[in-house]
T-cell receptor, first 111, second 112 residues
């Protein structure tokens, strides 16, 4: 959606290196959701952030929410081939039960 | 077994044909959604349903219709398919007090 901008659109990282993806909203964030999609497959829920300053981690993936900037970042430490895929952010910007989604960031991990 | 299933997984059809995509879930969730995904555009909401008697249009509902046959089943129909509707279609569900959505594996549709 135009309300959510993801950057970069794509990135290539060497295995073992770190990477960061950003998701910026033009509207107030009531909740921010990160998903991972393997090519041609469904979206897998990674984590949800709701409060400003909140930070969550799952294995080597960490997501943070900057409420003032209306932005979230997803950071992967020591990337592995299993981290390759498309990462999408979804946001509750209307304080209801619908989510708006960014266009996604394609991550390629090179051995 | 997958909690959210979609059938068919792949479909090729011709312009003008009527086609139905089906979604079933065993998660017991009340809310169900249909999205389409196009390269560079992310996910766009087509229709959503908060319970069996509640159907709502999303941002791109023109050319589509839906049916919520039961709490667990939500179908998307293309009354007269056009090439512009070629896309990857996803069904999703969410539970009563949560806004987290869980997605099916998707249906890849090609309209010739």
């Amino acid at each position: 959606s135009q309300e959510l901008e993801q950057s970069p659109q794509s990135l290539i990282v060497q295995e073992g290196k770190n990477l960061t993806i950003n998701c910026t909203s033009s509207k107030t964030l009531y909740g921010l959701y990160w998903y991972k999609q393997k090519y041609g497959e469904g979206l897998i829920f990674l984590m949800m952030l709701q409060k400003g300053g909140e930070e969550k981690s799952h294995e080597k993936i960490t997501a943070k929410l900057d409420e003032k900037k209306q932005q979230s970042s997803l950071h992967i430490t020591a990337s592995q081939p299993s981290h390759a895929g498309i990462y999408l952010c979804g946001a509750d910007i209307a304080n209801d039960y619908k989510l708006s989604f960014g266009a996604g960031t394609t991550v390629t991990v090179r051995a | 077994d997958a909690d959210v299933t979609q059938t068919p997984r792949n479909r090729i059809t011709k312009t003008g044909k009527r086609i139905m995509l089906e979604c079933s879930q065993t998660k017991g969730h009340d809310r169900m959604y249909w999205y389409r995904q196009d390269p560079g555009l992310g996910l766009r909401l087509i229709y959503y349903s908060f319970d069996v008697k509640d159907i709502n249009k999303g941002e791109i509902s023109d050319g589509y219709s839906v049916s919520r046959q039961a709490q667990a089943k939500f179908s998307l129909s293309l009354e007269s398919a056009i090439p512009n509707q070629t896309a990857l279609y996803f069904c999703a569900t969410s539970a009563g007090g949560s806004k987290t959505q869980y997605f099916g594996p998707g249906t890849r549709l090609l309209v010739l």
